[in-house]
């Protein structure tokens, strides 16, 4: 078997998430079933996580093995693009791997970015790409907050009721608050992360922004490890999963 990697960027708005699903179109499904019809053999894709509803991808990573030597790899990456480009997908490499590299568990760090438009005026360009707050955030409480989250810590704050991982400690390497104008930029980077936990510590720091918490409030509710203390996820449309890095 020869297996490939394949970098992907995709808009989530139309997808029911990452995950393949017998009823719904779901990003994965809708590649496996590109690639399967281009080399004529059916193949499984495996990604490097899970992307919500809604959730984009600047450079999601992920794989596939087929019997076949893909030996034009430009003329196979044309040719996929060729299925995908009307749909919101574009693929943007695809590179020959060995059996040893696997796109989820090889990964070292996973970056995720999201984007909150704060003005009054609704986002055009950033339509269903962005957090639309009309309120104006407080940055400086946020780059506070944001410093909290860093290090090694037990996140079941931030995990939602149907979160399967066995062990809530997760280690943040970084948690950045960059804003320019009405744009703010809040990016995330660990080795893994829970599920809706980025959505989930966005939220809070929103309640920060708004002057809703203070610092004090919101290392309580980080040290509570109890979900009905956290803020309310930010939507999905703001979040981006930006790169991974093996």
């Known amino acids: 078997m020869h297996r490939y990697q394949i970098l992907i960027e995709y808009l989530g708005t139309n997808f029911k998430g990452w995950q393949i699903q017998k009823?719904?179109?779901?990003?994965?499904?809708?590649?496996?079933?590109?690639?399967?019809?281009?080399l004529?053999?059916?193949?499984?894709?495996t990604g490097s996580g899970r992307t919500d509803t809604g959730v984009h991808a600047i450079e999601q990573s992920a794989h596939f093995d087929c019997k076949k030597k893909i030996i034009n790899l430009s003329k196979f990456l044309k040719s996929l693009n060729y299925f995908l480009n009307n749909h919101d997908i574009a693929i943007l490499k695809v590179k020959k791997k060995n059996n040893k590299f696997h796109s989820r568990f090889s990964a070292k760090q996973r970056i995720y970015k999201y984007i909150i438009i704060n003005r009054l005026g609704n986002p055009i360009i950033d339509k269903k790409r962005a957090w639309h707050i009309t309120k104006?955030?407080?940055?400086?409480?946020?780059?506070?907050?944001?410093?909290?989250?860093?290090g090694t810590k037990d996140f079941s704050t931030f995990r939602s009721s149907s979160c399967g991982a066995k062990n809530p400690v997760r280690t943040m390497k970084t948690v950045q608050v960059k804003s320019k104008k009405n744009k703010i930029e809040i990016r995330f980077k660990s080795q893994s992360f829970l599920q809706q936990q980025v959505r989930s510590m966005v939220g809070c720091l929103k309640y920060l922004g708004e002057n809703k918490w203070n610092i004090k409030k919101f290392e309580t509710v980080i040290k509570s490890?109890?979900?009905?203390l956290c803020a309310p996820p930010a939507p999905p449309h703001g979040l981006f999963l930006e790169k991974v890095i093996y």
Do not use: C, P, V, Y
Not at 40 to 45: A, D, G
């Open 23 to 38: 009823k719904d179109k779901t990003i994965q499904g809708f590649i496996q079933k590109s690639i399967s019809k281009l």
């Open 40 to 45: 004529k053999e059916k193949i499984n894709l």
């Open 136 to 150: 104006e955030l407080n940055i400086n409480l946020m780059k506070k907050g944001a410093k909290k989250l860093i």
């Open 225 to 228: 490890k109890k979900r009905d």
